[in-house]
Antibody, heavy 123, light 110 residues
Framework: QVQLVQSGAEVKNPGASVKVSCKAS????????IHWVRQASGQGLEWMGA????????SYAQRFQGRLTLTRDTSTSTVYMDLARLTSDDTAVYYC????????????????WGQGTLVSVSS | QTVLTQPPSTSETPGQRVTISCSGS????????VNWYQQFPGTAPKLLIY???QRPSGVPDRFSGSKSGTSASLAISGLQSEDEADYYC???????????FGGGTKLTVL
């Protein structure tokens, strides 16, 4: 079955970076875009960006431009989310999600989700 | 500040029908498709409706979506206690060049 398994919780100091992994299984990794969505405690959902696992090309939400980097490792079917210059406002659960549409572009329909990774930023 | 506007909460009794609204603008709902997600506390969201009114495999037909102009709605008929959850609308925004979400609606089944 299609599954996304994320790395464990992280605690970071302000100004540091965090790298969260998302390992895919049960489908053709290169065929579907992977998105990242975050959710602060008690708050709504926020789309961060997406990566095409086939080409490695990524797009980012405007507010994360310059601070967010999405990469992938096709040999392990894993996508990585690297967020730099962390502040307390970045404390949230981070989800990876696979697009529903199989193809060379994203439909931005988030079908399968990882279990979420809590990133806490505190001094 | 969220781009898509949803009521913070709504409630209804079991067996009844409830609708959740999602209001946007010409740059998002008005020109792109709308999706709906269901989320239970402490769990990842689940895709409920995509492409305005399509249900992924496994989603009961009690859930339906519609869109008109710059607004969209999620309807749940035959309400059940297990439908008690948070519901989010979402869609692409041409001005922001990204996906935008509503603030979420907490559904209480009385």
């Amino acid at each position: 079955q299609v599954q996304l398994v994320q790395s464990g919780a992280e605690v970071k100091n302000p100004g540091a970076s965090v790298k969260v992994s998302c390992k895919a299984s049960g489908y053709t990794f290169s065929g579907y875009y992977i998105h990242w969505v975050r959710q602060a405690s008690g708050q709504g959902l926020e789309w961060m960006g997406a990566i095409n696992p086939y080409s490695g090309g990524a797009s980012y939400a405007q507010r994360f431009q310059g601070r967010l980097t999405l990469t992938r490792d096709t040999s392990t079917s894993t996508v990585y989310m690297d967020l730099a210059r962390l502040t307390s406002d970045d404390t949230a659960v981070y989800y990876c999600a696979r697009d529903l549409y199989r193809g060379s572009y994203a439909a931005y329909w988030f079908e399968t989700w990882g279990q979420g990774t809590l990133v806490s930023v505190s001094s | 500040q969220t781009v898509l506007t949803q009521p913070p909460s709504t409630s209804e009794t079991p067996g009844q029908r409830v609708t959740i609204s999602c209001s946007g603008s010409s740059s998002n709902i008005g020109s792109n498709t709308v999706n709906w997600y269901q989320q239970f506390p402490g769990t990842a969201p689940k895709l409920l409706i995509y492409n305005n009114n399509q249900r992924p495999s496994g989603v009961p037909d009690r859930f339906s979506g519609s869109k008109s102009g710059t607004s969209a709605s999620l309807a749940i008929s035959g309400l059940q206690s297990e439908d008690e959850a948070d519901y989010y609308c979402a869609g692409w925004d041409d001005s922001l060049h990204g996906v935008v979400f509503g603030g979420g609606t907490k559904l209480t089944v009385l």
